[in-house]
């Protein structure tokens, strides 16, 4: 099993990234997903979520608005869109289901967004 977050980068507030997670070594399309964040000093926060067929989505309060998550199934890729990014947004972001699976013992090694002028 395998997640490969990658698209972070250093961007000025109010600016947008799209970060990918590539996966690998389970039935992508089985699984619910989600991307986590993990700030400085604080804990792992769930940003966003997908169902695995249908598709439907749910937002943390804190990016609802400015965040689209969405996924290929076909690429077992799963991708986040962040517009409108505030410096409360720098943290490393994860990628992984959307519940307690088998799957939380396989973490990448995340994708920092850095939001700052």
């Known amino acids: 099993v395998q997640f490969v977050e990658s698209g972070g980068g250093l961007v000025q507030p109010g600016g947008s990234l799209r970060l990918s997670c590539a996966t690998s070594?389970?039935?992508?399309?089985?699984?619910?997903l989600a991307w986590y964040r993990r700030a400085p000093g604080k804990g792992r926060e769930l940003v966003a979520t997908i169902t695995s067929t249908r598709g439907r989505t749910e937002y943390a309060d804190s990016v609802k608005g400015r965040v689209t998550i969405s996924r290929d199934n076909l690429k077992n890729t799963v991708y986040l869109q962040m517009n409108n990014l505030k410096p409360e947004d720098t943290a490393v972001y994860y990628c992984?289901?959307?519940?307690?699976?088998?799957?939380?013992?396989?973490w990448g090694r995340g994708t920092q967004v850095t939001v700052s002028s």
């Open positions: 070594g389970f039935p992508f399309s089985n699984y619910d």
């Open positions: 992984n289901s959307r519940t307690v699976t088998t799957l939380w013992a396989y």
